[in-house]
């Protein structure tokens, strides 16, 4: 079932250039996982070397791409990738992250600095 | 995003497989209409398609970051954009699934005038600076007593001639009524028996403020023009004396307009039920009276057991029992179910445990009183 979409993907003539990239990184997947089904720590292992050397934002890209082909355990794996990648981080860096801006009227803006205070307010350091 | 082969990868994303035509179509037309074509089609798309994918990233923020202060993450991916603050409520506001009983958490100060949970009460503890007579209720993260935990609400006690209020507010620092961070304030008879509770924002759609001098002053400052300004009446808490037994428990009754879970923020859902019904009893209402205590022959007091919640006694500590509860079949309380818990742990120190159908900031309110009866003795 996780080799229909990737069919119809290769049968579609005009994907080739960008995408290239993308797909050299997913597509193998659904093998190594048949591969290293029992072992968890062994497929963790293989996704963290893959992903050191893929940019923050190409996450955004490869999250698309696994959608696509339809591949799930891709799919979680890549989101909880970039929901490491953007906690504990300001919002600022979270809108430079996607590309976003934001689009809050002035007085909603001042509203939600308010909101965004009481979620730092009175929290017990250790 | 002006990397057009990416883009020209999502539109053929749209027949899912059967774009084999479509995309040999694609290739007969100009660049330029080609370019202009795809840009709308996938634009339509991405936002579509990008905002289930973003859910399932801020689904794994929200689920990997529960407790406080790390919860702050979920309060940063709604502050991000008008898109993502809409996720992220959706997220916060349905739980993962694979919960047994999902406990609404508290993430944002509007969860503070959600109800509880329903089965587990949420654990708080209210701190009181007797000197500038201002309370702080606290999210407890541990099951100390003198850890505090996560700020939610702080109020202050005012003396207007006879009567008594409260201001709440979200800012610890800041408790006046025409300030961003006013949620709510309790007054009080002459007497100080009886007790209003008035919520800063409507309880419902179609609610209409009470006219006070203090309303209409307050309009003016109003931030959102959307959003009626106001004091809306919420609430009711009446004490009652024990006349027979001048140190004997007294009694306390309150009654609130409860709104049921997930019916708060959605007026929609109100306009879709069969409008011959009046209005008052689309949004019930919710009584509660205290918990009698029990006389104990051998200790010569009267005891309720607070499971070790509440170790110091005291003439304000209480447990309310729902008499009604719009939250249960046939709006039947079961009299039994503790709903709101409230007791003194230290001099200045008290736990504060509710659950469904309170709300935190009702909950915050009923406990205010308690210190806000002249006739109690201690």
Sequence with gaps: MKFCTVKQYFDDENNNNV????????????????????????????????????????LTKLILAANYLNFKEALDFFCRTVANAIQNKSVDYVRKFFGLESDFEPGEEEKLCKEFAWSFEGVDED | MGDISWIGTMSLRKGKGKGKGKGKGFLSLKEEEVEEEVKE?????????????????????????????NRQNV??????????????????????????????????????????????????LIKRNKKTSTFYLYLALTP????????????????????????????????SQGSNAYVGKLSSDFLGTNFT?????????GAKPSSSRSSRRFASKQISPQVPAGNF??????????????????????????????????????????????EYSMSGYTVLRNK?????????????????????????????????????????GDEETVLLQFGKVGDDTFTMDYRQPLSAFQAFAICLTSFGTKLACE
Excluded at chain 1, 42 to 50: F, G, I, K, R, S
Excluded at chain 2, 51 to 64: H, N, T, Y
Excluded at chain 2, 303 to 310: E, K, S
């Design chain 2, 197 to 205: 509770i008035y919520d800063s924002q409507p309880p419902h759609s």
């Design chain 1, 19 to 58: 995408t290239n990239g993308i797909a050299t990184t997913v597509i193998p997947l659904p093998n190594k996982h048949l591969k290293i089904k029992a072992n968890n720590k062994e497929m963790e292992q293989y996704e963290q070397e893959l992903l050191r050397n893929v940019m923050p934002q190409e």
């Design chain 2, 75 to 124: 309060v940063a991916c709604g502050c991000v954009c008008k898109r993502w603050r809409e996720i992220t409520r959706q997220v916060v506001r349905s739980p993962s699934p694979s919960h047994i009983s999902a406990v609404p958490k508290i993430t944002f100060p509007s969860c503070l005038k959600q109800p509880g949970p329903r089965h587990i009460p949420h654990q708080c």
């Design chain 2, 292 to 332: 009698a205590p029990r006389w104990h022959e051998h200790l010569q007091c009267w005891c309720l057991n607070f499971h070790g919640r509440v170790t110091v006694a005291s003439v304000k500590n209480f447990q309310l029992v729902a008499i009604a509860d719009q939250s249960q079949p046939g709006g039947k």
């Design chain 2, 233 to 278: 009446e919420v609430g009711q808490v009446s004490y009652k004396f024990n006349l027979l037994k001048s140190r004997g428990p007294r009694r306390m009754v309150c009654l609130f307009k409860c709104p049921l879970p997930g019916e708060a923020s959605n007026s929609k859902s109100l306009d879709n039920i069969n409008t011959k019904k009046p």
């Design chain 2, 144 to 175: 100390s007593f003198t850890d505090k935990g996560k700020f939610l609400l702080a109020a202050r006690r005012y003396r207007h001639g006879a009567h008594t209020g409260f201001i709440v507010s979200l800012d610890a620092d800041d408790l």
């Design chain 2, 41 to 69: 089609e996938a634009e339509g798309m991405w936002a579509g398609m990008v905002a289930e994918l973003l859910g399932e990233i801020i689904k794994r923020v929200e689920r990997s970051e529960e407790q406080w202060p």
